[in-house]
Structures are given as C-alpha cells and as structure tokens.
C-alpha cells in the first residue's frame, strides 16, 4: 500500500501531534503509512499525487473568513488551495475535516462564511439521500453523532459538489466532489478525550472558555461516537491501494 498524506496547519506542537495521533489511532494506521507535512511551518513543495493513496487536511486554528490574515495564513491559503484545485482536477482521493472543508469549498467556488459556525459539542448528523448511497458512508447509521467545533462553514457548496450530510445548525456537514473527493465539517479523528485537550490548548480563542470545557467533553462522552470511527478505516480501505475504485 501507498502511504497515506496528512497536511496540518497547527503552529502548536501539542495540537498538531494530537491530531496526528487521533489520525493513526481511528484510522488503523502506522506511522510509516500517513506521512505528516504541517503546511504552516514550511512553504508546502509540490506534492506528487501518484506517491499516495490518499490525502487527508486536518483542522486548523485559520479561518478563511479572517478579517486579518498574517503572512503564513496566507501562504498556507496559497498553497493548500492550489493543491486542492489539483486534487478535484485528478480526482485523487482527499478527506478535508474541519478547515479542510472550508479550504476545498472555497477553492472550488462555494462559499464560506461565519452563518453556520458550531459551537464545541457531539452533534447529531442526517445522511441525505445521496450519502445513504455513498460507497464510503456505507453502514454508516442515519443519524450519527460526531464532534464538531467551528467559527464558519461551507453556506453555498461548489459546484459539482454532492450534499451527503447535514446537521440541524449546519447545512453542510459532508460534500463529495468527482467520485473520490470528499471533505467533512465534523472531525472523524477526535473522541472526548482528545476535545478536551484540543479545548483547553484553544481555550480564550473563540470556541470556549476554560470553565466550559468540562461540561463540553462531559456532552461528549454521553454520546455514541463509535459509528463515525467508522469513516477513516473506511476512506483508508477504499483508497489503500493503486487504483480506487
């Protein structure tokens, strides 16, 4: 099997080796099969397609609706929507969770804007018609919980892009583009137990205060989070070999 790509865009080591972590835990996989480029610490080179299975953009501490973007912001923009803008043109397999859905729908003409932003909770999740027949949701109850955590969301899709799921305070919770394309609003490698380490490190940026994170993660773990594990195992035995299907 091709190694697995992960780009990060986390400047604390804490966060981006949690992620990391949460990454290879839920999807079954070693350190030598996701690599990990973190975009926001280096210009990002260019990345050979045909060298992986699969590519995966985890959350970030950026907002594409930032009012203020700094140098690295901006570059990492650069970078990752020029990559993105590759992917969807060679239908190369691709997972963006969190910022990655923002970073995929505005470089493929949607819109991302601060309407649908989520607090930090486990969220229940509707699959639409089209994400019931999904190959990659397949088994995947209806509806599910997963965590999200987010100050904007994907409001108009892009063009081309499918719909697979929705959520009561975000329309846009799952998308697919081409047939290998896909990104997700929520985050399919956090459980409780990593929320609470993520909050306490964003703790005072935007999604919570110190004192909230206790009954967030508490809400959290009162949930079934078991079926949305089943998402990354899933990308990784569908794309994990030469030629998707």
């Known amino acids: 099997m091709r190694p697995f790509l992960l780009l990060g865009t986390r400047a604390e080591d ?38 992986y299975s699969g590519i995966i953009l985890g959350g970030s501490p950026f907002n594409a609706s930032d009012e203020r973007k700094g140098e690295v912001q901006q570059r990492v923009e650069r970078d990752l929507a020029a990559l993105a803008r590759r992917v969807v043109e060679a239908d190369v397999p ?14 493929m003409g949607g819109t991302v804007d601060r309407r649908f932003g989520e607090a930090p909770a486990a969220v229940e999740i509707s699959l639409t018609e089209r994400g019931l027949a999904d190959p990659l949701l397949a088994g995947m109850p209806d509806p599910f919980h997963a965590i999200v955590g987010h100050k904007e ?17 975000c329309p846009t919770q799952m998308f697919r583009m081409g047939r290998h394309v896909y990104a997700t609003q929520f985050h399919p490698e956090l459980d409780a137990e990593s929320l609470e380490r993520r909050l306490h490190i964003y703790a005072g940026h935007g999604y919570c205060e110190p004192e909230e994170v206790a009954p967030i993660v508490a809400q959290a773990e009162s949930v079934d ?3 949305v594990r089943s998402l990354l195992p899933a990308f990784v035995e569908r794309f994990g070999h030469p030629a998707p299907a």
């Open 14 to 51: 804490d966060a981006a080796d949690d992620e990391y972590a949460g990454f290879l835990r839920y999807a079954g996989l070693r350190e030598s099969e996701l690599h990990r480029v973190r975009v926001e610490a280096a210009p990002l080179p260019t990345v050979d397609l045909t060298a």
């Open 94 to 107: 691709f997972l963006g969770a969190c910022y990655g859905i923002g970073l995929l729908g505005l470089a």
């Open 153 to 169: 969301a994907c409001a108009v899709l892009p063009p081309g892009a499918v719909l697979l799921a929705s959520s009561a305070g």
């Open 225 to 227: 989070l078991t079926h």
